[in-house]
């Protein structure tokens, strides 16, 4: 049973750029969540899409965006990327309708801004 | 403002003894309460949450969390700790009046366990 998978690993973007992270969920849930961990601090939420709409965001600007796909499958998306969006990017994925249900995360992937 | 609070940066303890890792929280109600820990390079595994019920929740890895509802505070124990305790350990916490789930995470305390 495999569980929440990221691409890419790593990723090296020039300041300005776009970046698409991608995300799969564990094997039966269907909701995902984003969340970007700076060094040296805790996992920020982005926001979480269910049923291919996002329905939580946190306090991030609109360069981020997201979506979901019908396989549950998910995109983050940033724009004008800036150094400060480096960072180490997290995917969680819950059982719908289990708000106090425990969140299985990927292994994240760190992105670096030059 | 809701906020998750780790006080120590860094835990020092030796292997065999007790660890305790501290957290307190500032979420009007009675949030759900997670503890999560982070290898390196790794993604967070769940430890153990507090739903209701008994103040005392034991999750994976022998760790077992206390849940005070007058100090606000869940702290994370281990009886006797292993080198390979050794991570970062983020507790965090969910509003009850959140029905999509929004962990929000302390700042993370990093656990040394030496031989």
């Known amino acids: 049973d495999a569980g929440v998978t990221q691409s890419p690993t790593h990723l090296i973007k020039t300041r300005g750029q776009q970046v698409t992270l991608r995300c799969s969920p564990k094997s039966g849930h269907d909701t995902v969540s984003w969340y970007q961990q700076a060094l040296g601090q805790g996992p920020q939420f982005i926001f979480q899409?269910?049923?291919?709409?996002?329905?939580q965001r946190g306090n991030f600007p609109d360069r981020f965006s997201g979506h979901q796909f019908p396989n549950y499958s998910s995109e983050l998306n940033v724009n004008a990327l800036l150094l400060g969006d480096s960072a180490l990017y997290l995917c969680?994925?819950?059982?719908?309708?289990?708000?106090?249900?425990?969140?299985?995360f990927g292994p994240g992937t760190r992105l670096t801004v030059t | 403002a809701q906020s998750v609070a780790q006080p120590e940066d860094q835990v020092n303890v030796a292997e065999g003894n007790p660890l305790t890792v501290k957290c307190t929280y500032s979420?009007?109600?009675?949030?759900?309460l997670f503890w999560y820990v982070q290898y390196p390079n790794r993604g967070l595994q769940f430890l153990l949450k507090y739903i209701t019920g008994d103040n005392l929740v034991k999750g994976s890895y022998g760790f077992e969390a206390e849940f005070n509802k007058s100090q606000t505070s869940f702290h994370l124990k281990k009886p006797s700790a292993l080198v390979s305790d050794s991570a970062l350990y983020f507790c965090?916490?969910?509003?009850?009046?959140?029905?999509?789930?929004?962990?929000?995470f302390g700042a993370g305390t990093q656990v040394v366990v030496t031989p």
């Open positions: 969680a994925s819950s059982s719908p309708g289990t708000a106090s249900g425990e969140q299985y």
């Open positions: 899409y269910y049923e291919e709409e996002e329905r």
């Open positions: 979420v009007s109600g009675n949030p759900y």
């Open positions: 965090a916490v969910i509003s009850r009046t959140d029905s999509w789930g929004k962990l929000q």
